[in-house]
Each structure stands twice: as C-alpha cells, then as structure tokens.
C-alpha cells in the first residue's frame, strides 16, 4: 500500500474545498496531500492512521492534518461486508497560502500560524473546541463563496485560541516521511491492518518489506520514529480499546482478540499506555454513558 498522492484544488474554482462523504466505508487509501485537512467523523468506527499514530475513531471524531502528512482512515471489517451501514464525513481540505502568502504572517495571525506549524503531526480536537467547530464545519455545507472563506478563518482561529487538542505524530516520523521513500513502511502498514489479531513474527515481517530482519528494524525505526515491536503493540491495543468500549466480551477475550497471547503481559501493556488497567478503561467509558 504505497501512499497515494490526492489532487484536492483546482485553484481557479476555489480556494478552498469542502465536501460530504457518504459511503459504505471510506475509500481513500493511505494518502497525502499538500493542504491541510479537517475531517469531521459523522458515522462509522474503525481504525485511523495518522503519520505514526495509531488510534480507534468514532463518530463525531475531529482531526486536522498538516500538508504532506499521510493518513488512512480503515472503517471496521463489518462496512465491508454487505451490512447496509455508511460511513460519512465532512472533509475541509485548504492550502496554506489560501489566503495570499503573507497573510497569516501578518501580527494578528501569529496564533493561527502558530497552529498551522503543530498540525504538521496532526491533531485530535476535543471538548467544546470540537463541538463549536463541527457546528461550524455542518454550516459550511451550505455556504459558498466568501462565506466559506470566512467560516474557516473562524474555525482557525477558535482552534488557535483552543488547548482542546491532542498531536498525534512524533517528530520523527514528520522528519522522515516527506513525499517518496516509505512505499516499504506502507506494505509493512497493509499487511499489519490484515493481520495484526495474529501471531506475527520478524522473518514474516521484514520480508513484506524485501529486507532481512536487522536491516528492516533499523529502517522501521527511522521512518517511523518507533520500533516494529512498539507500532504493533498500538495497533493491538487500539483495537482493545474499541473492543472493551463496546462491552461484549471479558478482558482475557479481549486480550487474544487483539492478538496478544499472555494476559497479564496485555494487562500490563495497556496500563503502560493508557494509565489504567483494561477494566478502570471500561468502567470509566460506561459512566460516560450514563
């Protein structure tokens, strides 16, 4: 899965594009572009690739995505299969100079160009920044001309103005990915998607990206900014963390349904990247619900 460069503008139609998704599951492969992006999550759950990072997605999810940043949003196995669901999105894409090349250095703007520089490793909005921003983002569809120009210069600056935000990506992978030379890292990335609920082992691995073991982990490393052992290890335990949310199965189902084989070693995992133990994770999702 090489990562697939996306034409979004044609800059004598519009400055900026908008769109509504609607679909069984979402198409785009891994992908890059030279705008940045904002999408808005309306339905669908699966599993969201962003640079590096690695993470369950839900409805109502927002991200933004600075130029050149791959990304991959891979909808559960079950909106490939017939079942009459959808997936939908609404997707602001815009280039940086929108705007004119100078504008967003001008003084007043520092905040905005300040933002435009952290979301080169992507970020997840939160809180009522996200809440004010969606509703922003669903008025837009009705929109045209300058008011779109408007509305998203409002967008950036309620996001300039906002902490609601989590960055995704490390440096190192935003150093290393640029636009050619990770077409090995993105076969590593399809046969993980596919496979990760299953023993994997380094031989099997390395060989997807046609090198030997010790030459495929040093590369892994510095394309990624992580280890093979840790990226895996993210997949997994985001898939448990989708698993424990939805509350049909135990922790010890849930640890060999994300391809761990030791649950103590699972317990132990999750806790390391989550602060809390697999069941404090669920018991404190369900309070949110009630």
Excluded at 137 to 155: F, H, K, V, Y
């Amino acid at each position: 899965m090489k990562p697939t460069f996306l034409k979004v503008l044609n800059s004598l139609e519009a400055s900026i594009d908008i769109r509504h998704e609607i679909a069984p599951y979402f198409k785009n492969p891994w992908h890059f572009h030279p705008e940045f992006e904002l999408t808005l999550i309306l339905e669908s759950t699966g599993t969201h690739f962003i640079g590096n990072s690695i993470s369950t997605f839900y409805k109502n999810e927002l991200t933004l995505t600075g130029p050149n940043l791959p990304h991959y949003w891979r909808c559960d196995p079950i909106y490939y299969q017939g079942h009459n669901l959808k997936a939908e999105a609404i997707i602001v894409r815009f280039p940086e100079h929108f705007l004119g090349s100078s504008f967003f250095l001008l003084p007043e703007m520092h905040h905005i160009n300040n933002l435009f520089k952290i979301s080169r490793r992507g970020l997840k909005i939160i809180g009522e920044t996200k809440e004010k921003t969606a509703e922003i983002m669903n008025i837009m569809m009705e929109m045209d001309g300058a008011e779109r120009i408007i509305s998203l210069l409002q967008i950036l600056n309620l996001l300039a103005s906002s902490e609601d935000y989590k960055v995704l990506s490390c440096r190192g992978f935003v150093q290393a990915s640029g636009t050619s030379g990770i077409e090995r890292i993105n076969d590593v990335y399809a046969y993980l998607i596919e496979n990760f609920m299953h023993p994997i082992q380094l031989n099997k691995i390395a060989s997807v990206a046609n090198m030997n073991p010790t030459a495929f982990c040093r590369y892994f490393k510095a394309k990624t900014g992580k280890t093979f052992t840790q990226f895996l290890h993210e997949i997994r335990i985001g898939h448990a963390c989708k698993i424990l949310i939805e509350g049909k199965l135990n922790v010890s189902q849930v640890c060999y349904e994300s391809g761990f084989q030791n649950q103590s070693y699972f317990i132990k995992l999750f806790k390391r990247i989550n602060q809390q133990t697999p069941l404090q994770y669920q018991n404190q999702h369900n309070k949110r619900l009630i």
